[in-house]
Structures are given as C-alpha cells and as structure tokens.
Nanobody, 124 residues
Framework: QVQLVESGGGSVQAGGFLKLSCIAS????????MGWYRQAPGKERELVSS???????MYADAVKGRFTISQDKANNTLYLQMNSLKIEDTAVYYC??????????????????WGQGTQVTVSS
C-alpha cells in the first residue's frame, strides 16, 4: 500500500503561483508513474498532468504552458509547479500513483493510490 502525502496548497491571487509536492512512502516502479488530478466543487475529478518513469509528461489543455510536473526519484517526490494561476484552477489537488489497467482489451494508466488532497484557491 503506497502512502502519498501532498503539501503546498493555499490561497493565491490570480496570476500568482504555487508549487505542490507529493511524497510517496516508497519508490514507484510502475511504468505509468504518477499524476496530479484535481476536483473542483460540483465537478468530476480530472487529470491535470502525469509523468512516467521515463520522464515523459503530459498536460491537460487547460494547464499547458502554465503548469510543470517533475519528479525527484531519489526522494520519491512528485512536484507540480503552477504559474499564472486562474480562478478556474481552484480545486482540491490530488497526487496519485498510477498503474496499468487492461479493460476490454484497452491498456490505460489509471490511479491506483491517492493522496489526501490539498486545497488550491485562486481569487481575483
């Protein structure tokens, strides 16, 4: 059972920045790596960014060019640098360790373990 602990959330004005951290209790060996998800009030949880063990990263269109995901494998830590924050970025941000799932013949990386979440609030 992987334990994940996020930190770094807070309140910031639009245009500001925050850096989230997520410490894992053990090294993640799954090729799917880890990801950051967020859930705004009344909305479903969505993938913000993910990074594979190889370092290959992906970003949701809404955050491209503003957010940067990175990992420190030696310290089992995942980061999310969030710049130029917008009001619509307000959400609870969750760190997840991902695993490969085969569903109806399709192979997909999905969250296997979740952190407790950290609140990010962006105001005008």
């Amino acid at each position: 059972q992987v334990q994940l602990v996020e930190s770094g959330g807070g309140s910031v004005q639009a245009g500001g920045f925050l850096k989230l951290s997520c410490i894992a209790s053990e090294r993640i060996f799954n090729s799917c790596g880890m990801g950051w998800y967020r859930q705004a009030p009344g909305k479903e949880r969505e993938l913000v960014s993910s990074i594979r063990l190889t370092g290959a990263a992906m970003y949701a269109d809404a955050v491209k060019g503003r957010f940067t995901i990175s990992q420190d494998k030696a310290n089992n830590t995942l980061y999310l640098q969030m710049n130029s924050l917008k009001i619509e970025d307000t959400a609870v941000y969750y760190c997840a360790a991902r695993a490969l799932v085969v569903d109806a013949g399709e192979r997909e990386c999905r969250p296997a373990y979740w952190g407790q979440g950290t609140q990010v609030t962006v105001s005008s």
